[in-house]
């Protein structure tokens, strides 16, 4: 993998690297995700609108290499889509290496993208969304920065189930099986499941889902 972009930006340095065929993403010397699969992130959104049913407002937390916002965009039960990134480089790829990943869904009329921080963005008054995708980090207990830990506690959870209508869907992508989050959101919503997706090597990923009870 050779150096395809280094930027400093608000929280320090990320790389974009790639071998001509894929690219991955490093934040501060730590691998955050590449463009080698992506069937767990495209079942963050999938799962999250089959639970549904129903046209939806998804708010998608974290760009990444775009996956996730290319099968919300594809899916005829979205409505909109609101794409919280932090990393500025992040949203630029999206118009250079990594516009194939994300097939070119930052053009949709529907897709609204927010350079902003995700705690921030939930914490500032809004209208509430039918489904919130949650992919910032590598899991509830192996985040990018220590900021994101509070989102998994009940404060965060709290805080995200608050941001969705009522019947809303929460979907949280996690690298590995992580049970004391998995009993946390049985704690604080109404129905929750986990969806293991096998990987090349290592654990699944997981893909857990927690709805808000309905109105």
């Known amino acids: ?29 730590v691998f955050l995700m590449d463009t080698r699969a992506g069937a767990s992130e495209r079942l963050l959104v999938r799962a999250a609108l089959e ?20 099968e919300a965009v594809h899916s005829p039960d979205t409505r909109r889509v609101t794409v919280v990134e ?20 930052l053009d949709d009329p529907r897709v609204r993208v927010e350079c902003a921080d995700l705690l921030v963005w939930l914490r500032t008054p809004g209208k509430p969304y039918d489904a919130i995708c949650l992919d910032i980090d590598n899991g509830p ?3 990018v920065s220590d900021g994101n830990t ?5 404060e965060g959870l709290d805080l995200l ?7 809303g ?6 690298a590995a ?17 986990a969806h293991p997706v096998e990987v090349a090597r290592g654990e699944p990923d997981v893909v857990y889902l927690a709805s808000t009870r309905a109105a």
């Open 86 to 105: 932090r990393e500025p480089a992040v949203i630029g790829w999206h118009s250079g290496p990594l516009r194939p990943y994300s097939e070119g869904a």
């Open 141 to 143: 207990e192996w985040t």
């Open 177 to 193: 099986a992580v049970t004391v989050f998995e009993d946390r959101l049985r704690e604080r919503f109404a129905r929750v499941s």
């Open 1 to 29: 993998m050779e150096v395809c972009d280094r930027r400093t930006g608000p929280h320090g340095e990320l790389v974009l690297r790639g071998d001509g065929e894929h690219f991955e993403i490093i934040s501060n010397g």
């Open 51 to 70: 639970r549904l049913a129903r046209p939806a407002h998804v708010l998608i937390g974290g760009l990444g290499v775009g996956f996730s916002l290319a």
């Open 169 to 174: 869907v929460l979907a949280v992508w996690s």
């Open 150 to 154: 509070a989102l998994y506690g009940p």
């Open 161 to 167: 189930a608050g941001r969705l209508r009522p019947g």
